[in-house]
């Protein structure tokens, strides 16, 4: 078994500090004797990080605070799939994906749905954008009375015949075509709640709307906003010509550029506001777009890893040396997606040769316990023996300065409750759907029962008969 001291790891990391608390990433979490010693089932990096307690703190009007809540492509209790939650000193808020289990992790947070209106989906795999139903569905429920936003991909437009010479796509296959599908798969949900208010009479068709005439102020308004993935910021002889921005608003400038994962139509996505940045890459084969793109300067580079092939079997629970095939099956994915550990070292080695060195390097999209964090760490230190890098894990917390990125762990409730956290400017909300005129007030007022069938209605117990004591 993997021997790998929490000085180790943090010493690989790059982030050794003095006195550093130790302790478990989540209240709750289990003491067991096996997990406190076994490298696989414990994360040293992330619990030796200071303690960060969320809503404790006001972020600075110059500061960018970068929350981690989903950072694994395989859900588990510990991990959620993969969401980046950035905040600025403006009061802008964005979302980088919406994994499978991620939405958990920002109420443990502290956020809630009326801070999550502006997402930008890196490609449309569903460890990035899982729990985008429920998010884009429950808003009104919690607070967030206004239309969703969704940046990402165009159509792939890919057209493939096969050897005999059968033919696939090209299919509707890019952001548009995921809403509207959304959409209409979530009509009996949302048409269900639509007895409560949805939205604002006074909320203000935001600039980025790319057709305000529409005058979309619902909640239940699913605004796609398609992302030209093969654009770069340059043209051909690689002049800049600023073709790739997807949001240029209250100072907050974010490009996209192509990403090289599984299918065409896939981006990564670079954020710059007040003299600070980052990048985010979802999933990609190791390309020079991203480099080219880096190596202009970034405080915080967020790049996913995967481990190598024979390994991810082993953790799978397969022997690889009695299934080859597994680990070659595993090779493919990797071969047509990822970007193996060592391979974001050279990446990194390649912007230090430029000059361009990130402040901070993050490995995410992994599996993050002692065992592969040091095997990661070890695989990108052989090319970039010297520059900040850290394995993300869900409730890690960065904030980012002109003087530096600190790193901490946020301290968060197994049991925490959605809290509405922002003062909603509006006062007009329009009437629900599903409406009706109180008797006695006069008041109009959302129809809870508008929607049951009749019959079966009957059949609901006399509230007076269960409140009788």
């Given at each position: 078994m993997l021997e790998l001291s929490r000085r180790d790891l943090l010493k690989l990391s790059g982030t050794a500090m003095g006195g550093l608390a130790l302790g478990s990433v989540l209240s709750g979490c289990s003491s067991d004797s096996v997990a406190a010693t076994d490298p696989t089932q414990q994360n040293s990096l992330l619990a030796g990080l200071p303690t960060y307690t969320p809503g404790a703190e006001k972020l600075a009007a110059d500061e960018m605070r970068i929350s981690f809540m989903g950072t694994t492509c395989i859900p588990m209790i510990s991990q959620a799939a993969v969401s980046v939650f950035v905040e600025l000193g403006n009061g802008d808020c964005f979302l980088f994906d919406i994994g499978?289990?991620?939405?958990?992790?920002?109420?443990?947070?502290?956020?809630?749905?009326?801070?999550?209106s502006k997402i930008f989906l890196a490609h449309l795999h569903a460890d990035h954008m899982g729990d985008l139903s429920f998010l884009y569905g429950f808003g009104p429920s919690y607070g967030r009375n206004w239309p969703l936003y969704v940046w990402g991909p165009t159509d792939s437009g890919f057209v493939y015949t096969d050897p005999v010479g059968n033919v696939r796509g090209p299919f509707p296959d890019g952001t548009r075509a995921y809403c509207e599908a959304l959409k209409n798969m979530m009509y009996w949900h949302n048409e269900s709640q639509a007895f409560l208010a949805t939205s604002y009479q006074d909320y203000p068709i935001p600039p980025y709307d790319p057709d305000p005439s529409l005058q979309r102020r619902d909640a239940y308004d699913l605004v796609p906003i398609e992302l030209n993935w093969k654009k770069t910021g340059k043209d051909a002889l690689g002049i800049p010509n600023n073709d790739n921005v997807a949001y240029n608003y209250n100072g907050v400038k974010i490009t996209?550029?192509?990403?090289?994962?599984?299918?065409?139509?896939?981006?990564?996505?670079?954020?710059?506001?007040?003299?600070?940045?980052?990048?985010?890459?979802?999933?990609?084969?190791?390309?020079?777009?991203?480099?080219?793109?880096?190596?202009?300067?970034?405080?915080v580079l967020i790049h996913e890893i995967v481990m190598p092939a024979d390994k991810w079997v082993a953790k799978m629970g397969i022997d690889p040396t009695t299934h080859p095939n597994a680990v070659q099956q595993s090779q493919n994915v990797q071969d047509s997606s990822?970007?193996?550990?060592?391979?974001?070292?050279?990446?990194?080695?390649?912007?230090?040769?430029?000059?361009?060195?990130?402040?901070?390097?993050?490995?995410?999209?992994?599996?993050?316990?002692?065992?592969?964090?040091?095997l990661a760490l070890e695989d990108i230190r052989k090319w970039y023996p010297q520059g900040d890098v850290t394995i993300a894990s869900d409730t890690m917390v960065l904030n980012v300065t002109k003087s530096g990125v600190t790193q901490r762990r946020a301290v968060v409730s197994n049991y925490a409750w959605p809290?509405?956290?922002?003062?909603?400017?509006?006062?007009?909300?329009?009437?629900?759907?599903?409406?009706?005129?109180?008797?006695?007030?006069?008041?109009?007022?959302?129809?809870?029962?508008?929607?049951?069938?009749?019959?079966?209605?009957?059949?609901?117990?006399?509230?007076?008969?269960?409140?009788?004591?």
């Open positions: 499978t289990g991620s939405m958990i992790k920002y109420w443990a947070m502290g956020i809630n749905m009326d801070r999550m996209h550029f192509p990403a090289v994962h599984c299918r065409a139509a896939a981006v990564s996505y670079k954020l710059e506001w007040n003299g600070l940045s980052m990048i985010y890459c979802g999933d990609s084969l190791p390309n020079n777009y991203m480099i080219d793109q880096a190596k202009s300067g970034v405080d990822h970007t193996p550990q060592k391979a974001y070292g050279y990446i990194l080695d390649q912007l230090e040769q430029a000059g361009k060195a990130p402040r901070l390097a993050v490995g995410t999209h992994f599996q993050a316990t002692d065992d592969t964090i040091k809290k509405t956290t922002t003062a909603i400017p509006y006062t007009s909300p329009n009437r629900p759907k599903y409406w009706k005129v109180d008797p006695i007030t006069g008041k109009i007022d959302g129809d809870a029962t508008a929607q049951l069938d009749p019959e079966q209605y009957k059949q609901v117990i006399d509230k007076n008969l269960y409140n009788a004591r």
